[in-house]
């Protein structure tokens, strides 16, 4: 059964700073991985989504990358604004895709003036 | 893109009642998911809705207690049935489009449950 776990759990950055929020997973047979951004009393938003096939995506301050072998993903986020507080998940689809996402349990992030 | 909207937005219920909670998209989909979101966990799949035929749970989930409609291509219900607390969640619905190669999850704000 494939899990998924997000390190830290909450974090707290001042505006300006970079910062990386980890992604692993147990079972390397996965179709994509998916950064979503979910706000209080929102949905989920879409962030970023690498194919099992690539190492990495960009979208303009973000940056995912992906090591299927050993499990992991990362999602940088360069010059933190205040306006990225939320919290963040990922989440991989298995193979042959579709929507049985596996989410972690998220990284809550708040970046403070 | 698609655009996602769930009624109501937030509810609160006493034991024992049902809640209907209504997804509907702005463009049609094959199928759409239903999820929970229990406080300080992350989001399980509770079943897939296909226009047309039964929805298909998860392992943990029943029809009786999560009875969903699909009357076309772009509306869908979860009804939660006979509520308990443990039924204190944040429900999502969900879509998958494809353009292209790429298949990106949409998914709506969700309703904020609290059952009493």
């Known amino acids: 059964k494939q899990e998924v776990t997000q390190i830290p759990a909450a974090l707290s950055v001042p505006e300006g700073e970079n910062l990386v929020l980890n992604c692993s997973f147990t079972?390397?047979?996965?179709?994509?991985l998916q950064w979503f951004r979910q706000d209080p009393g929102k949905g989920l938003t879409s962030l970023l989504l690498?194919?099992?096939?690539?190492r990495e995506q960009t979208s303009g301050r973000l940056n995912a990358s992906l090591d299927k072998s050993s499990g992991r993903s990362t999602l940088y986020i360069a010059a933190s604004q205040p306006g990225d507080s939320a919290t963040y998940l990922c989440?991989?689809?298995?193979?042959?895709?579709?929507?049985?996402?596996?989410f972690g349990t998220g990284t809550q992030l708040k970046v403070e003036l | 893109s698609a655009v996602i909207s769930q009624k109501p937005s937030r509810d609160i219920c006493q034991r024992g009642t049902s809640l209907t909670i209504q997804c509907q998209v702005d463009?049609?989909?094959?199928?759409m998911f239903w999820y929970r979101q229990q406080p300080g966990q992350s989001l399980t799949l509770i079943a897939t809705a296909n226009q047309g035929s039964e929805a298909t749970y998860e392992s943990g989930f029943v029809i009786d207690k999560f009875p969903i409609s699909r009357p076309n291509l772009t509306f869908s219900t979860l009804t939660v049935s006979n509520m308990s607390p443990e039924d204190s969640s944040i429900y999502l619905c969900?879509?998958?489009?494809?353009?292209?190669?790429?298949?990106?999850?949409?998914f709506g704000p969700g309703t904020r449950l609290l059952v009493l």
């Open positions: 079972d390397s047979a996965i179709y994509n």
């Open positions: 463009s049609q989909v094959t199928m």
């Open positions: 690498i194919q099992s096939s690539q």
């Open positions: 969900s879509v998958d489009l494809i353009t292209g190669v790429q298949e990106t999850q949409y």
């Open positions: 989440a991989v689809s298995p193979p042959g895709g579709g929507n049985k996402l596996t």
